[in-house]
């Protein structure tokens, strides 16, 4: 397990076809932050299953790039979209952008898995069941999730993402 193998994982999940779609609109009206919530299920798909306290290791480690890197760069690529002039701009934006989800998925791993080896850290392993309960279950842990919020939204997620594997 390495934040190399899950970075791989996710660009292929984002990439299947109505995956993105659902992502996309919780993100943009449920503040998902789609990253975690692949890294969530792609922790499911290893049979690991996480706490409330493996999601607040995470949270400290990113809150700070998410907000001062992360969201403002997608804000500005969002407001130049439809103006001809700013599209090369834009697309330096994108490139960026995917660059600083990169290290979100570096810091994610450091804040989750540093300092523990996955057979006995906090995120830990579960015997062999489905991964489609794993997955719901630890993206259950994530706020736009959390309390039983947006449930119908999160089994949708998990059978697109099921539906790939």
Same mark, same amino acid.
């Given at each position: 397990?390495?934040? /190399?193998?899950?970075?791989?994982?996710?660009?292929?999940?984002?990439?299947?076809?109505?995956?993105?779609?659902?992502?996309?609109?919780?993100?943009?009206?449920?503040?998902?932050?789609?990253?975690?919530?692949?890294?969530?299920? $792609?922790?499911? &798909?290893?049979?690991?299953?996480?706490?409330?306290?493996?999601?607040?290791?995470?949270?400290?480690?990113?809150?700070?790039?998410?907000?001062?890197?992360?969201?403002? !760069?997608?804000?500005?690529?969002?407001?130049?979209?439809? /103006?001809?002039?700013?599209?090369? &701009?834009?697309?330096? #934006? !994108?490139?960026?952008? +995917?660059?600083?989800?990169r290290h979100l998925a570096e !810091?994610? $791993?450091?804040?989750?898995? *540093?300092?523990? &080896?996955?057979? *006995?850290? +906090?995120?830990?392993?579960?015997?062999? @069941?489905?991964?489609?309960? #794993?997955?719901?279950?630890? #993206?259950?842990?994530?706020?736009?999730?959390?309390?039983? *919020?947006?449930?119908?939204?999160r089994l949708q997620l998990v059978? !697109? #993402?099921? *539906? @790939?594997?």
């Amino acid at each position: 397990m390495t934040v /190399d193998a899950f970075w791989d994982w996710a660009v292929a999940c984002y990439r299947r076809a109505g995956v993105q779609q659902h992502l996309l609109l919780l993100q943009d009206t449920q503040d998902l932050v789609i990253l975690e919530a692949l890294f969530a299920c $792609w922790l499911a &798909s290893h049979d690991r299953q996480w706490q409330l306290d493996d999601v607040r290791a995470m949270a400290v480690s990113t809150r700070t790039w998410i907000d001062e890197v992360v969201l403002p !760069l997608r804000a500005t690529r969002t407001r130049w979209t439809g /103006d001809a002039d700013l599209s090369d &701009s834009r697309q330096h #934006l !994108l490139a960026l952008e +995917v660059t600083a989800e990169r290290h979100l998925a570096e !810091l994610m $791993w450091l804040g989750v898995m *540093k300092d523990r &080896s996955p057979s *006995k850290g +906090v995120v830990s392993p579960v015997e062999k @069941g489905t991964s489609s309960t #794993l997955m719901s279950s630890n #993206l259950s842990l994530l706020p736009t999730f959390f309390d039983g *919020k947006c449930a119908s939204e999160r089994l949708q997620l998990v059978a !697109l #993402l099921e *539906k @790939g594997t």
